[in-house]
């Protein structure tokens, strides 16, 4: 069984940082790329990153580059997703998910696994 479990969500003010986490509680191992994906009410859920197995290499969506960073330590069973300089427009259910199509893993339905999301609020 592979049960994902993101934490770290919470209110914070536009500029601040927040670290958001998502871990493995399911019984089975799971040897798969991880992403973020983020869906705000009433829109659509969008890609946010993600990070391959060996956590080598990394994608990101153009929106949040150079303010997001997507790691993952495996020994823990956990991804994280460091982001700095939040923005008013950027509240929403934050999402990871694991074991996409790897020809199309920014699209949130070729996903196999998905955490409960964890809520970010953003206020100005």
């Known amino acids: 069984q592979v049960q994902l479990v993101e934490s770290g969500g919470g209110l914070v003010q536009a500029g601040d940082s927040l670290r958001l986490s998502c871990a493995n509680s399911?019984?089975?191992?799971?040897?798969?790329?991880m992403a973020w994906f983020r869906q705000a009410p009433g829109k659509e859920r969008d890609f946010v990153a993600i990070?391959?197995?060996?956590?080598?290499?990394?994608y990101y969506a153009d929106s949040v580059k150079g303010r997001f960073t997507i790691s993952r330590e495996n020994a823990k069973n956990t991804v994280y997703l460091q982001m700095n300089s939040l923005k008013p427009e950027e509240p929403a259910v934050y999402y990871c998910?694991?074991?996409?199509?790897?020809?199309?893993?920014?699209?949130?339905?070729?996903?196999?696994?998905w955490g409960q999301g964890t809520q970010v609020t953003v206020s100005s």
């Open positions: 990070i391959m197995w060996s956590g080598g290499s990394a």
């Open positions: 998910a694991a074991s996409p199509l790897l020809s199309d893993y920014d699209d949130p339905r070729t996903y196999n696994y």
């Open positions: 399911g019984r089975t191992f799971l040897r798969s790329p």
